[in-house]
């Protein structure tokens, strides 16, 4: 990596100690939930009846044991490196907060539908069964107290657009790219509420990523120009415009709230658009199989010319970083997070 990812990483690591810090025995921050879709999911679908799974080699190869956890990724994923808690975990580690994420989930329901993964209605619901579980384990007040002081972490739309809206001939007809960005935005405002309603206070959305630099997604829409696809970066900076809106307005209207957006799209368009500056190798095709296309069941252990050294690729499969790209992005999420608790 260049001088500036090694200085970036510091500060970020540095930044981590922060928030991660203990005064009088407690952490700053005492517990992460989250929330969304593949970029997030640490293995829930395994046990979702879909096709979108990666419980499977290569994914995972260079994970801790080199096994297949689920993630859609060659190790960790962004989220990994700032806090990870099993949704199954039971009991008082339960107290650290867990993770409800599912691959191919959206702010539009019909989405999940699609593809059989747990929308965020329902991963709502175990959220709300979760703090049943906190009560018990600690008792009302400590459970309202880490309720009130965790972190909840959203990563969504990203499949809205690519797996329903862009292949989806009825949704086409029936909205305008813009008119799906406000449908998807209510659904957002609408969960982001259920949230606060709940109790969560301080609240992390991810903004949507550079769809048009995805390979797979290049592959399908990019006309065999090997570069981003400009018109879909532009529904994604168009969404993104909106998200920062909506978001200040969630803000002005309940009091306490502390809602951060997480860009991510300026980073990975970074890194996708300059890899040698970076530190990378390869930006247009992803390190599974030809990198063109591969994606979950597509990305197996029989997928000719997967690269041997992910760490140069800017993308593990056709649609998600990998952990040498996610470890960058994990230091910009870091960086804005510290605002969530201050």
């Known amino acids: 990596m260049s001088s500036m990812g090694y200085s970036r990483s510091f500060l ?11 005064t009088n025995g407690q952490p700053l921050v005492p517990a992460i939930f989250t929330f969304g879709d593949s970029i997030v999911d640490v293995g829930n679908n395994n046990h979702q009846l879909t096709i979108v799974k990666a419980n499977f080699p290569p994914y995972g190869r260079d994970f801790e044991n080199h096994f297949p956890t689920g993630r859609f990724c060659n190790g960790k994923l962004a989220t990994d490196f700032i806090a990870y808690l099993n949704l199954k975990t039971k009991g008082k580690n339960l107290l650290n907060g867990a993770n409800f994420a599912s691959a ?3 702010y539009f329901e019909l989405t999940s539908k699609l593809y059989s993964s747990i929308p965020l209605s329902k991963q709502l619901e175990y959220y709300k069964e979760c ?9 009302q007040s400590s459970a309202s107290s880490i309720i009130s002081d965790a972190i909840y972490l959203i990563s969504a739309g990203t499949s809205d657009f690519v797996q329903n809206y862009y292949i989806n001939p009825l949704l086409n007809k029936l909205y305008t790219t813009d008119q799906f960005s406000d ?11 259920s949230l606060y309603a709940l109790g969560a206070r301080r609240i992390g959305v991810t903004s949507l990523p550079p769809i048009g630099c995805l390979p797979a997604v290049i592959t399908l829409f990019g006309a065999h120009i090997n570069e981003c696809v400009t018109s879909l970066n532009s529904d994604a900076i168009n969404f993104n415009e909106k998200l920062n809106t909506t978001s200040q307005n969630l803000k002005n209207m309940l009091p306490g709230l502390n809602l951060v957006v997480f860009d991510i799209y300026q980073p990975l368009y970074d890194l996708a658009t300059k890899p040698s500056e970076n530190g990378f190798f390869e930006a247009r095709k992803a390190c599974c199989g030809t990198g063109l296309i591969e994606v979950s069941i597509l990305c197996n252990k029989k997928s000719i010319g997967t690269c041997a050294n992910a760490s140069e690729y800017v993308f593990w499969d056709g649609f998600h970083p990998s952990e040498a790209a996610n470890k960058v992005l994990a230091d910009e999420l870091i960086t804005s997070g510290i605002s969530l608790i201050s």
């Open 131 to 139: 703090q049943t579980k906190l009560v018990e384990a600690a008792g």
């Open 104 to 106: 191919s989930s959206g």
């Open 183 to 193: 449908t998807l935005l209510r659904c957002y405002s609408n969960f982001i509420q």
């Open 12 to 22: 970020a690591s540095f930044l981590l100690a922060v928030l991660l810090n203990v």
